[in-house]
């Protein structure tokens, strides 16, 4: 009987990925959630192609850095509030609550890339590169989504005041009683 030796494969690394690595040595975190968020059906080299056409296309137009520019972006168009729906006298109400950095960056790059995707451009790299601009710029779809969902909570910011109203008198009045009996059982064990 034959034994097989196992033999390494050599993968040669792209010049478009190897030009990607070099994006993703300065701030990975924010690119690495990008790419997941334009990847579709398993393609993640496909992904991180566009990411990187338009980040070259961002550093030739620019002539800055292209983290600088889509993480300012991305700070343009984070938002720090968010909705959800409750139910309150039968009918449906959109309540704000604050939210943290990282699902504020989450959401941020939804929008960018739902922005990028309503866009008819040549490439999907381009439309990239535009959205990035023009959040860059605070002009553009995503920063539109941002203000909206903004003046929504601030029209929705008396219903916040008034549940904790109600939630610090339910507080207030809970357990200051203390039951004689179970204080009784206490003291003996």
Do not use: C
């Not at 002009?139 to 941002?146: F, R």
């Not at 910011?157 to 549940?163: D, N, Q, V």
Request: glycine residues 2%; hydrophobic residues 40%.
């Amino acid at each position: 009987m034959i034994r097989r030796t196992f033999i390494k494969k050599q993968i040669a690394i792209k010049p478009e990925i190897r030009l990607f690595t070099k994006y993703l040595t300065t701030n990975s975190f924010i690119t690495l959630m990008l790419v997941n968020k334009i990847l579709k059906g398993g393609k993640k080299e496909v992904a991180q192609k566009i990411v990187s056409d338009a980040f070259n296309l961002v550093n030739k137009s620019l002539n800055k850095d292209p983290f600088h520019v889509f993480e300012k972006a991305i700070r343009n168009i984070m938002p720090f509030v968010a909705l959800k729906k409750k139910t309150i006298d039968k009918s449906v109400i959109k309540v704000p609550y604050l939210i943290d950095k990282l699902q504020s960056i989450k959401i941020a790059i939804k929008w960018v890339v739902e922005s990028s995707r309503k866009k008819k451009s040549k490439s999907a790299a381009y439309s990239l590169f535009l959205e990035i601009i023009d959040a860059y710029k605070n002009v553009g779809l995503s920063i539109k989504k941002k203000d909206e969902l903004h003046k929504m909570a601030e029209a929705n910011k008396s219903f916040i005041e008034s549940e904790s109203d109600e939630y610090d008198e339910y507080d207030e009045n809970y357990g200051n009683e203390i039951d004689p009996e179970l204080e009784d059982q206490n003291e003996y064990e």
